[in-house]
Each structure stands twice: as C-alpha cells, then as structure tokens.
C-alpha cells in the first residue's frame, strides 16, 4: 500500500531520529525564529501592514522564548567539557596521541564562552518570560551575548586553524600512493567540514555583534538570514549525525 510506503520509508526513520534530539528540535525552531525575523523585516521595508507582519514577529518572539528554555541548566555541560578540554594531554612529539595546543586552548575558550552565555542567557529567561521581571534584565541579555560572542571567536580561530593544517598536510601528500590517496579522501571530507563550521560561525557572529551595537551595517535583514543560514547549516549537520 501507497501509506505503508510511506509510513515505513527511511527518510521517515530518519526524520523522526532527527526530530527525537533536542539539538536537532532547537535547529529547527531556531530556522523559524530567524527567518520569521528576516520576513518580519522584509515585509516592514516593503510597507506591510501591522497585521502582516504580527505573526511573524510573534514567531520570532515565541520560538525565541522556546529555544531559551530548552537551553536551562545547559550551561553546566559546556563547564564540564572546558574542564575535560583542560585536563586532555597537549600533543607534542612524544605524545602523538594528544590535542595539538592551540585547539586545546581555543576549545577551553569556546567551552567557557558558551557556558557564561547559557548561564546568564538562563538568568534572563526569568526576565524574558515573565516569571520575575528583573531590574536589569537588558544587561543580562547584554553580558549573555558578549559571553557568547567570545565563544565564537575562539572557535573561528579554531576553524581558520584547521584549515590551514589540512591544507599543509594535503601539501604532504604523495598521491602516487593508495595511502596518500585514502589520505588526501579524508583529509578533504575534514576541510570541508571546518569550512562549513566557519560560514556558520561567521553567520552567528552577527547576533551578538547587532545586539551590542558593535556594527553599523547590520539591520534585523541581514541578522535574520544570517541566523537562516546558520540554521540550515545545523540542520544539516544534525541531520548527517542521525543518519
């Protein structure tokens, strides 16, 4: 039957893995929550009405609310994984088997950026939700976005490191070789996903730096489909993972 096909297809299993995570849920509503506040922008530039653009501005708000509260207590993770970041062994010569140093230290700076972010992001979700309206709940937010904005610096340094190290190692190369071959497969499956990781990076960069009032250029257009895009990059990252 036509719904047994379908029912029992494996793009269905899939989705439903994908759907089962809660990074691969928070992917998705963060995809509505900015392209909501691209379209929002959009419409207003175009001359909308109020009542065209009111549902949109209502997604973006709401969603937005969603994701803070799928991120209380999230916090505590990124702490532990600063820490085991910390304790892994720096690689050297002697110790093939360690984190080459500057990784180490750019994932212990991403790892710290991110948990002050969630942590002061959780405070001002009380605020943003309603449940206790706090006198400074702007510098909360404020604090949460330049926490953030430090964990993303250490990881596009980290990306742009990356890069640079496959590109010197598929230098290396002898492809005269099957080895250097398989090598060379793999070594490009690693530049491509560095490469992917950077544009979306780069794409987040622009919330916080917007927020802070860091730029002059940036409008909630080019943040909205900025966030879309780094969006569409998680998702199809998650989407890879639950595969």
């Given at each position: 039957m036509v719904a047994d096909a379908i029912v029992y297809h494996p793009s269905?299993?899939?989705?439903?893995?994908?759907?089962?995570?809660?990074?691969?849920?928070?992917?998705?509503f963060r995809l509505f929550q900015y392209f909501s506040r691209f379209y929002s922008w959009y419409l207003y530039r175009k001359n909308g009405t109020p009542s065209e653009i009111a549902p949109y501005n209502a997604i973006k708000s709401q969603f937005g609310l969603i994701r803070k509260s799928l991120r209380l207590g999230k916090f505590v993770e990124h702490f532990k994984a600063a820490a085991q970041a910390y304790d892994t062994t720096p690689y050297t010569p002697a110790k093939a088997g360690g984190l080459d140093p500057f990784l180490r230290y750019c994932a212990i700076g991403r790892q710290l950026g991110y948990a002050g972010y969630m942590a002061f992001d959780n405070v001002h979700f009380l605020h943003a939700a309603g449940v206790r309206k706090l006198e400074w709940g702007k510098w909360w937010q404020e604090v949460a976005w330049r926490f953030w904005g430090v964990g993303l610096w250490f990881n596009v340094c980290a990306g742009l490191y990356q890069i640079r190290q496959v590109r010197n190692r598929q230098q290396r190369l002898d492809l005269k070789e099957g080895e250097g071959v398989v090598e060379m497969k793999r070594l490009e499956k690693d530049r491509k996903k560095a490469n992917l990781q950077l544009v979306s990076d780069l794409c987040d960069l622009t919330v916080p730096a917007f927020g802070l009032g860091y730029t002059t250029f940036l409008d909630d257009g080019l943040v909205g489909l900025a966030g879309s895009v780094s969006s569409l990059i998680g998702i199809y990252t998650v989407w890879q993972n639950t595969a």
């Open positions: 269905v299993a899939h989705y439903l893995k994908f759907v089962a995570t809660t990074i691969g849920r928070d992917k998705l």
